[in-house]
C-alpha cells in the first residue's frame, strides 16, 4: 500500500494498529496480556522497514481511548455519540506503554515523526447543577488522560466528529430539535477545531493533525457543507498560533463501519456493491479543489 501510494503520488500516513489484532493476540490475554508492550514492539520492528523509506508520519495506536473503552465489556454500538462505556483502565495503561515502546522502535529511523491518534468527544457541561463535576470525572478517563500522555511526542493525531453535553448524572442524549447524521450525532463541524484547542493545551503544544473527520450522510450538500465548516474551524486555530500539521478527511469510499454496517455513508466516493465501480460524489470534486488550491473560499 505503501509503494501504491508513492506510485501515485499521495504521501501514505501509517497506523500501525486500527483496532484489529491477531486471534492469537486476543486468546493469550489481549491488551491485558503481560507481554503485550513487548509483542506491540517486536511488531513494530517487523514492519519498520515499510515504513523506513519514504514515510514521514506513522500512528502507532488508532483510538486506544476508544479501545480502553471497548475492553470495558460494555455495548460500543454508539461509541463517540452517547454513553460511552467505562474505560479498562489496565488496557489503558497496555496501550500506553505499547505505545512508548514503538515509538522507541521507530526513532531508529532519522526523521520519521510517530504518535497516537485520540478520538476526541468535545464533551461540554450542560450548565445543570452538578454538570461541571460530572464533565471532570466522566471526560478525564475517557479523553484527557490521553492527550496529556502524547506530551513528548512527534505530533498528534485528533479525530473528532460530533460532540457531547454531560448532565449531572452523565452524558445526555442530543435534542431532538438539532440536525444529526446516519450514525444518530449531532451535526456539529466545530468539532475539530474543539478537538485541536484541547489537544493542543493539554499535550503542552505538541503539533497535531487532524486524523479522522467526516459525516456520515446520503445528502452530499450536507458533506461539503460540514467539510467547509470544520476547515474553517481548523484555520481559526491556526490562525491563533496552533500548530496543524495536515487535515485528513473520512473517509475516501463509503465503507464498512463496525457496529453499523455499511449504512453511515462517510464517504467522498460512492461504490456499487455489485459492480464495484467507483463514483465520486459532488463533494469529492469540491474537496479536490479546496485542495489543490490549499485554500478555502469564505
Not at 507481554?35 to 514492539?41: K, S
Not at 467526516?214 to 496552533?242: F, K, S, V
Not at 459492480?275 to 460524489?281: S, V
Amino acid at each position: 500500500m505503501v509503494e501504491t501510494c508513492h506510485e501515485f503520488g499521495i504521501e501514505p500516513i501509517v497506523t500501525l494498529m486500527h483496532f484489529t489484532v491477531p486471534r492469537w493476540f486476543e486468546r493469550d490475554g489481549f491488551w491485558r496480556a503481560p507481554d503485550a508492550a513487548d509483542l506491540f514492539a517486536r511488531y513494530t520492528e517487523a514492519a519498520l522497514p515499510v515504513v523506513a523509506d519514504g514515510v514521514r508520519y506513522v500512528c502507532t495506536i488508532n483510538e486506544p481511548n476508544i479501545a480502553a473503552m471497548l475492553a470495558g465489556g460494555e455495548d460500543a454500538a454508539n461509541l463517540v455519540a452517547y454513553g460511552l462505556p467505562n474505560p479498562d483502565l489496565q488496557v489503558a495503561d497496555a496501550l500506553l506503554a505499547s505505545h512508548q515502546r514503538s515509538r522507541a522502535v521507530l526513532a531508529q529511523v532519522d526523521g520519521l515523526q510517530s504518535g497516537w491518534t485520540i478520538a476526541t468527544q468535545a464533551f461540554r457541561a450542560s450548565g445543570e447543577p452538578g454538570s461541571e463535576e460530572m464533565l471532570r470525572e466522566y471526560g478525564y478517563p475517557r479523553d484527557d488522560w490521553y492527550l496529556e500522555h502524547a506530551a513528548g511526542d512527534d505530533f498528534l493525531g485528533v479525530q473528532a466528529y460530533t460532540r457531547t453535553f454531560i448532565g449531572p448524572d452523565g452524558p445526555l442524549p442530543v435534542r431532538d430539535d438539532v440536525e444529526t447524521t446516519l450514525t444518530g450525532w449531532e451535526f456539529y463541524p466545530e468539532a475539530s477545531a474543539d478537538g485541536l484547542r484541547s489537544a493542543w493545551e493539554l499535550s503542552g503544544h505538541v503539533p497535531l493533525m487532524i486524523t479522522e473527520n467526516g459525516i456520515a450522510t446520503a445528502d452530499d450538500t450536507r458533506r461539503e457543507a460540514y467539510t467547509q465548516g470544520a476547515l474553517e474551524g481548523i484555520h481559526r486555530c491556526i490562525e491563533d498560533g496552533i500548530d496543524v500539521l495536515g487535515y485528513q478527511h473520512w473517509s475516501l469510499l463509503d465503507n464498512y463501519e463496525w457496529a453499523s454496517g455499511f449504512r453511515p455513508t462517510f464517504g467522498l466516493v460512492a461504490w456499487d456493491p455489485v459492480t464495484f465501480e467507483r463514483t465520486p460524489k459532488p463533494s469529492a470534486h469540491w474537496y479536490g479543489g479546496v485542495a489543490r488550491a490549499n485554500a478555502l473560499t469564505v
